[in-house]
């Protein structure tokens, strides 16, 4: 870095350390949130009801498009060939025969492929949506083993993929770096994400340990993790002229048709992305080197073209979750209270993207400390980019530092709840912010009476048979999101109301939760409210993930509504029974507007509209900038409960029981929200037990990518799982809602190794955990 970029650094930091104290200090009302939404004291209403998901008859009937379900005419199908070495250049290849294929109608490679620009890097510009900078097909250079190096269009899926097996490529191989202890020996770098380093120290912690009564110090180590949505990474491309229309398995159309339109030299109205069905996303549906490779193939052939990506591909072009090495050292005065926590280690990631696993982050909030050392150090790897994997850093730090916990309590001969509960924080750790809704005692408390803690016994004591049963206990927690960009628009009709935003259905009940919401905030029937989303000319710029999509469409919502109702009271005038109130002074009430405090002056949409001689009103509101999470520490928290039975003579693990026990402000669907705990937990249970991507760090190959290798949960490892919460509203969040899709994984694993620990005496940090590690 030159003098001049360190310069621009430290003033930016400056700044930013100025902004943000302003907002600290800044009076409620002048923050998003300010004022609770008037939605959190309706206890009425359909939030808040078990719903089922208004889609689920269109996927019972097997009548909702996923990507590769858009049928097209003349439509060709691709298969992608990919590199065999880790870094290099091509020195020949050879498509004649494949050229010569039955069906095959295109192979492309670098030598044919079009000019195009390099994918916008996420984060880099505010629709930016690639997960590697480099640029796709353009020359003969080799960045990570499994790079595409050529793709075949042809009639049928099966041509395709005969046609790929006939391509020869010879490569010039250069010594890649793929040995993760070795390139931590040879130095490594501070972490960035999303902008800030991840490294911070307040106190003398090294001093606090040394001094401490009770000291914890371990190293906890994570494997690298792929993802394995049900529905396969997909796209179905078309070109009209100019115009390129992408059915696409995304998490993000509006950044996914703006940075195609960089990668293709044209104006982002040219590109129509819609996604109205994903079948999971987890992180992985983003921008990744497919999407473009079928764009360019549909333009030099000029017909529509399919390109679903195999299981392998997925491996091979999609990242996933980079391995971590992590210390956790927890000093504790003789009532418990935390004298020092030290969390650092290092994590691997490639050099063509900046995302480094950000496994401090659930420690910058927990627990309360009188010194407090984090640091994520980082090495550059020649492997596939890595990315956001559910619950992003917290899933594995949980992990470490829960695990930490709990020994410490072991050692202190202290309940591991008590010794959590004797450290919560009266205020934010790092910023000082105070909590905006913070109640994980009751979480605890609620949970370890339903699960029956006061049965756990000592490590080892407790049998059935043969089998060794124990119990753990772990915190989950997961922070309030909300990005920039959101906007919503509502068009008003006397039969209903319809709300557009370019949001996102990945399974989480989007379309539901937020018809009941809209329902309610317009005072209408449920079959009177018409969401649409999943569509990149709608407005906004709405990612699902980082679980800020409910927050982020409440609250464009809330100001496209706003607007609306400005617009309805100037047509109503000054006759009708709502003349000479403000919006502030009037809510949605059975079929139209009435004053809050007094429901008589009423009056019907309908009527509103007939008084302007207007079919319908329609506005674009766009939220307010996310600035809510300066000015408070929002975060959820759960608390985790597990029982294991480990077979003494053979080492056998059964996870018999989990149970969920979680403070995440208002459930809007509680049937929902139950599928989105449960599946959040079995994910836990996967990291916990079995999912790990096995690297081979001479060659930088993952070689098991398929899921008869890479192993996940099913049925018959799944256990009776419980979940709870506490649904009490967070006062500063729409709706009195956070989000609730990543939280589930948190915790797990460390409540799971913590139970193994409590009944068989066998300390595991490594994970997954095998049978190997138990006998």
Known sequence: ????????????????????????????????????????????????????????????????????????????????????????????????????????????????????????????????????????????????????????????????????????????????????????????????????????????????????????????????HNHNPIELHACTVAWDGDALRLHDATQMVSNTAWSLAQVFGMTESQVHVTSPFVGGGFGSKGLWWHQVLAAAAARMVQRPVRLTLSREGVYRVVGGRSLTEQRVAIGARNDGGFAAIIHTGTTAMTPHNEFPEPFILPTMSVYASDTLKLDVETVRLNMLANTFMRAPGEAVGTFALESAIDELAVAMDMDPIELRLKNEPEKDPVTGAPASQRDVETSYRDGADRFGWSARQAPGTRRDGEWLIGMGTATATYPYHRMPGGAARITLRSNGVTVEIAAHEMGMGTMTAHTQVVADRFGLPLDQVDFRYGDSFQPGVVLAGGSQQTASIGISIIAAQRKLVEKLLQLAG??????????????????????????????????????????????????????????????????????????????????????????????????????????????????????????????????????????????????EIEVMWTDIPDPHAPMGARGIGEIGITGVGAAVANAIYNATGKRIRDLPITLDKLL
């Open 574 to 719: 000054n006759d009708s029974p709502l003349a000479g109130l403000s919006v502030d002074e009037v809510g949605g009430v059975n079929g139209g507007l009435a004053k809050l405090d007094d429901p008589n002056r009423h009056e019907s949409y309908a009527s509103i509209l007939a008084r302007g001689r207007r079919d319908e009103v329609a506005v674009v509101g766009e939220a307010p900038a996310p600035i809510e999470t300066q000015h408070w520490s929002m975060h959820s928290h759960g608390a985790i409960f597990c029982e294991v039975a480990v077979n003494a003579v053979t080492a056998e693990l059964r996870v018999r029981r989990l149970l969920g026990s979680f403070d995440c402000g208002r459930i809007l669907n509680p049937k929902t929200a139950a599928s989105q705990f449960k599946g959040g937990m079995i994910m836990g249970l996967g990291l916990a037990l079995m999912e790990e991507t096995q690297f081979d760090e001479r060659n930088g190959r993952i070689m098991n990518p398929s899921l008869a290798d890479y192993h996940v949960p099913v049925h018959m490892d799944v256990p």
């Open 1 to 224: 870095m030159s003098i001049v970029d360190s310069a621009k650094e430290a003033v930016q930091g400056l700044v930013g350390a100025v902004v943000g104290k302003a907002i600290q200090l800044a009076p409620d009302a002048f923050i998003p949130g300010g004022r609770p939404d008037p939605l959190i004291r309706e206890q009425h209403g359909h939030i808040g009801r078990p719903l089922s998901r208004l889609d689920g008859p269109l996927k019972v009937r097997g009548a909702a498009p996923f990507a590769a379900e858009f049928p097209m005419d003349g439509m060709l199908y691709a298969a992608v060939l990919f590199s065999t070495i880790a870094k290099g250049r091509i020195a020949a290849i050879d498509t004649a025969e494949a050229e010569g294929a039955p069906g095959v109608a295109l192979v492309m490679s670098h030598r044919n492929a079009p000019r195009m620009a390099p994918v916008p890097l996420f984060m880099s510009a505010p629709k930016a949506a690639g997960g590697i900078d480099l640029p796709v097909m353009q020359d003969d250079r080799i960045s990570w083993n499994g790079e595409p190096v050529a793709l075949v269009l042809a009639e049928t899926q099966e041509q395709a993929d005969h046609a790929k097996s006939l391509i020869r490529v010879d490569y010039v191989e250069e010594k890649p770096v793929t040995d993760f202890m070795a390139a931590k020996a040879a130095g490594t770098e501070t972490g960035l994400f999303m902008g800030q380093p991840l490294k911070l120290e307040f106190g003398d912690t090294g001093k606090a340990l040394a001094e401490a009564a009770h000291r914890v110090d371990a190293t906890y180590t994570t494997p690298r």
